[in-house]
């Protein structure tokens, strides 16, 4: 058996990260492979903890510093502190930093690392900090990275050397979901619409880290033109994060507060996507967007940002749209879609759209393994 350590270069928490390789763990075939996770920081999602300990792997906290976007000083020295004392042969490395892949990939290959996988799960924002690190990294990724993964192309064009991506040198792993977890079934949907107050209304759902790039503020005014165009309307809200009491104050301001609901981190999100009636998405940035693959799954049409990669759409319910338009605009949109009308037949698209967890586990798994 192989153990792989799984290095996060942010807190273990609820994110998109942590999601993708989660349910790796779940299908890789654990008799030939293990995993254990380290994150500099702590892990602030202890129902994470308790499955990944049941799984038998185990999770390594340094208790580092962070500030939001990481603590660089803190990452370089926790991570080659745990290096000294717990070698690995395979180290895969997450993070939504540049600097934290790179100097990753440098650390664990000086400790004795034969294979070091980096893996781009996002895109950014395009500033000074970004293309001073841009520029340096081609230095320390070479020699180190020895495999390059990506959830998209953009994903792998932000983050890796241009002449990796010149020689198709980087690989694409789905991120892969349970498919038939979010099957559709109009028994949950007629539950949960109940539950959550939604009969006779229609429901607007978004999932998401309550964070700049996530673009709630522009959601927020999408909704509250959707009011004014169809009263009966209603948001959910998905998600937790540091400007979550900001949107909340938002939408009292906009005097859409009663017709929001902010339902926090929620382990039946196939369930609520069931329920609901539309799926918007006007991310600034994500390095794919599993959320909008998870909706399309339960049959929901999704409008998002032109800043969501291409490959998020893999039903013909997935929609485009500038964030320049404006919220009037994205909100007549919106009122525009309609979900598909075998929602059920959604679930088995996506799967053989190559998106099940047990097709990206058996990929990875095979990277894993091979000499």
Same mark, same amino acid.
């Given at each position: 058996?192989?153990?792989?350590?799984?290095?996060?270069?942010?807190?273990?928490?609820?994110?998109?990260?942590?999601?993708?390789?989660?349910?790796?763990?779940?299908?890789?075939?654990?008799?030939?492979?293990?995993?254990?996770?380290?994150?500099?920081?702590?892990?602030?999602?202890?129902s994470?903890?308790?499955?990944?300990?049941?799984?038998?792997?185990?999770?390594?906290?340094?208790? %580092? $510093? =962070?500030?939001?976007?990481? +603590?660089?000083?803190?990452? *370089?020295?926790?991570?080659?502190?745990?290096?000294?004392?717990? &070698?690995?042969?395979?180290?895969?490395?997450?993070?939504?930093?540049?600097?934290?892949?790179?100097?990753?990939?440098?650390?664990?290959?000086?400790?004795?690392?034969?294979?070091?996988?980096?893996?781009?799960?996002?895109?950014?924002?395009?500033?000074?900090q970004?293309?001073?690190?841009r520029?340096?990294?081609?230095?320390?990724?070479?020699?180190?990275?020895?495999?390059?993964?990506?959830?998209?192309?953009?994903?792998?064009?932000?983050?890796?050397?241009?002449?990796?991506?010149?020689?198709?040198?980087?690989?694409?792993?789905?991120?892969?979901?349970?498919?038939?977890?979010?099957?559709?079934?109009?028994?949950v949907?007629?539950?949960?619409?109940?539950?959550?107050?939604?009969?006779?209304?229609?429901?607007?759902?978004?999932? %998401? $880290? =309550?964070s700049?790039?996530? +673009?709630?503020?522009?959601? *927020?005014?999408?909704?509250?033109?959707?009011?004014?165009?169809? &009263?009966?309307?209603?948001?959910?809200?998905?998600?937790?994060?540091?400007?979550?009491?900001?949107?909340?104050?938002?939408?009292?301001?906009?005097?859409?507060?009663?017709?929001?609901?902010?339902?926090?981190?929620r382990?039946?999100?196939?369930?609520?996507?069931?329920?609901?009636?539309?799926?918007?998405?006007?991310?600034?940035?994500?390095?794919?967007?599993?959320?909008?693959?998870?909706?399309?799954?339960?049959?929901?049409?999704?409008?998002?940002?032109?800043?969501?990669?291409?490959?998020?759409?893999?039903?013909?319910?997935?929609?485009?749209?500038?964030l320049?338009?404006?919220?009037?605009?994205?909100?007549?949109?919106?009122?525009?879609?309609?979900?598909?009308?075998?929602?059920?037949?959604?679930?088995?698209s996506?799967?053989?759209?190559?998106?099940?967890?047990?097709?990206?586990a058996?990929? *990875?798994?095979?990277?894993?393994?091979?000499?």
């Amino acid at each position: 058996m192989k153990r792989v350590l799984q290095v996060f270069g942010e807190p273990l928490d609820n994110g998109g990260q942590e999601a993708f390789i989660m349910n790796m763990y779940r299908n890789i075939d654990r008799e030939q492979v293990q995993f254990d996770f380290f994150t500099p920081y702590y892990c602030a999602n202890e129902s994470l903890r308790q499955e990944i300990e049941g799984m038998g792997g185990r999770v390594f906290e340094k208790a %580092g $510093r =962070f500030d939001g976007q990481g +603590n660089k000083g803190d990452f *370089l020295k926790n991570l080659s502190a745990f290096f000294r004392e717990h &070698p690995y042969e395979i180290v895969h490395i997450h993070s939504g930093s540049i600097f934290s892949l790179a100097f990753g990939a440098r650390l664990a290959k000086k400790r004795g690392a034969k294979k070091v996988l980096v893996h781009s799960h996002a895109t950014g924002y395009d500033n000074l900090q970004y293309r001073v690190i841009r520029a340096i990294s081609p230095l320390i990724f070479r020699g180190n990275a020895t495999h390059y993964l990506a959830c998209s192309k953009m994903a792998a064009e932000w983050k890796f050397p241009a002449s990796v991506i010149r020689s198709g040198g980087y690989r694409i792993i789905n991120n892969g979901i349970d498919a038939e977890k979010f099957q559709f079934t109009q028994t949950v949907r007629e539950q949960y619409r109940k539950v959550l107050g939604l009969e006779n209304h229609f429901a607007i759902c978004h999932i %998401g $880290r =309550f964070s700049e790039e996530k +673009n709630h503020a522009f959601l *927020l005014e999408v909704f509250a033109h959707i009011q004014k165009m169809l &009263p009966n309307a209603r948001l959910l809200l998905i998600g937790d994060g540091p400007l979550k009491q900001e949107m909340e104050r938002l939408a009292e301001e906009l005097s859409i507060a009663s017709k929001v609901s902010f339902l926090g981190i929620r382990k039946d999100v196939s369930e609520i996507l069931q329920a609901a009636d539309l799926f918007l998405f006007p991310s600034l940035f994500e390095g794919l967007g599993i959320v909008a693959i998870e909706a399309q799954s339960t049959g929901l049409s999704v409008l998002a940002s032109e800043q969501i990669p291409d490959e998020a759409a893999v039903t013909p319910y997935f929609h485009k749209l500038p964030l320049e338009k404006g919220p009037k605009k994205w909100a007549e949109e919106a009122l525009s879609l309609t979900p598909a009308k075998d929602r059920a037949a959604c679930a088995q698209s996506v799967a053989k759209g190559g998106f099940s967890s047990a097709h990206a586990a058996a990929s *990875l798994q095979t990277l894993y393994l091979e000499d």
